[in-house]
Nanobody, 125 residues
Framework: QVQLLESGGGLVQAGGSLRLSCTVS????????MGWFRQAPGKEREFVAA????????DYAVSVKDRFTISRDSAKNTVYLQMNRLKPEDTADYYC??????????????????WGQGTQVTVSS
C-alpha cells in the first residue's frame, strides 16, 4: 500500500505562484512513478504532469507546459508541483497519484493505483 498526502493549495491571484507537495509513505519508492492530476468543478479529472521514467523524464499537459514543473526529493519521499503564472482556469482540486512502473501509459487516471485526498487551488482574476 502507498499513502499520499498533498499540501500547499490555497488562494492566489492570477499571475502568482504556488508549490504543491505530495508526501509518499507506505510501500514507497522505486516501483512507482508519480503524477499530478486536477479536477475542476463539474469537469473530469485531467492529467497535469508526471514522471515517466526512472531517469526522471517528465511529461506535461499542453495547458500547463512551461508554467508548471514536477520535481521530487527522494530523501524526503516528496513530489512537488511548482505552478507559476497561474491562471483562473487553473482553479481545481489537485491530486497526486502513484502508478506502477510496469504501466506504460500515464495520462489516464485509470493508470494510477493510489491517490491522495487532494488539495484545493483557487486562482482569482
Amino acid at each position: 500500500q502507498v499513502q499520499l498526502l498533498e499540501s500547499g493549495g490555497g488562494l492566489v491571484q492570477a499571475g502568482g505562484s504556488l508549490r504543491l507537495s505530495c508526501t509518499v509513505s507506505g510501500r514507497t519508492s522505486s516501483n512507482y512513478y508519480m503524477g499530478w492530476f486536477r479536477q475542476a468543478p463539474g469537469k473530469e479529472r485531467e492529467f497535469v504532469a508526471a514522471f515517466i521514467t526512472t531517469g526522471g523524464t517528465t511529461d506535461y499537459a499542453v495547458s500547463v507546459k512551461d508554467r508548471f514543473t514536477i520535481s521530487r526529493d527522494s530523501a524526503k519521499n516528496t513530489v512537488y508541483l511548482q505552478m507559476n503564472r497561474l491562471k483562473p482556469e487553473d482553479t481545481a482540486d489537485y491530486y497526486c497519484a502513484a502508478r506502477s512502473i510496469y504501466n506504460l501509459t500515464w495520462r489516464r487516471k485509470e493508470d494510477y493505483a493510489y491517490w491522495g485526498q487532494g488539495t484545493q487551488v483557487t486562482v482569482s482574476s
